[in-house]
């Protein structure tokens, strides 16, 4: 479970369940239930990268890539 990761902000997790399924992501902040990210390569209509907020059952903890 990604809770017992203590994910802490700036982690890298991938989207494990929903619409953003498989994308990748830093930690923004932590919430009880939640957390928000910002996606890597997953922009929205202003071309910025986008942000969301992700169910702590719904992610994993990744390394970071090098």
Request: zero cysteines; a negative charge.
């Amino acid at each position: 479970m990604a809770e017992e990761t203590k994910i802490q902000n700036l982690h890298r997790v991938i989207v494990t369940k929903g619409e953003f399924k498989d994308k990748k992501a830093h930690v923004i902040n932590i919430y009880d239930n939640t957390i928000s990210v910002e996606f890597d390569d997953y922009t929205g209509r202003d071309d910025e990268l986008q942000r969301t907020v992700i169910k702590h059952d719904d992610y994993e903890k990744i390394e970071d890539e090098v």
